[in-house]
């Protein structure tokens, strides 16, 4: 049975760190791309970070960059990412999700995944 776990989450003040964590089980962690993607209330899910299975080269969303940090463990089936410097906007049920192709277009939205998480609250107040 394939499992994403997210971890993690919960309530910070602006400028705060978080870190996120996915735990996985029952599918080759090496074959896929995994990364991350959110959704605020009322919004559209939009991806967030990611790992590619071809070159492990990462991909972010040009809001989060140098404030948000993907990383992952093969050797634990772990994926990680530490963020920083939280902004309210940031607030979001963040996603675990994997997928078995490289980087496309799939990180806008998350279309065609293989596999997600059931997410991980992020509140940051003001």
């Known amino acids: 049975e394939v499992q994403l776990v997210e971890s993690g989450g919960g309530l910070v003040q602006a400028g705060g760190s978080l870190r996120l964590s996915c735990a996985t089980s029952?599918?080759?962690?090496?074959?896929?791309?995994i990364g991350w993607f959110r959704q605020a209330p009322g919004k559209e899910r939009e991806g967030v970070s990611f790992i590619s299975k071809i070159d492990s080269s990462t991909w972010y969303l040009d809001s989060v960059k140098g404030r948000f940090t993907i990383s992952k463990d093969n050797a634990k089936n772990m994926l990680y990412l530490q963020m920083n410097s939280l902004r309210p906007e940031d607030t979001a049920v963040y996603y675990c999700?994997?997928?078995?192709?490289?980087?496309?277009?799939?990180?806008?939205?998350?279309?065609?995944?293989?596999?997600w998480g059931k997410g991980t609250l992020v509140t940051v107040s003001s």
């Open positions: 999700a994997a997928i078995g192709e490289g980087i496309g277009s799939w990180v806008i939205r998350g279309t065609g995944m293989d596999y």
């Open positions: 029952g599918f080759t962690f090496d074959d896929y791309s």
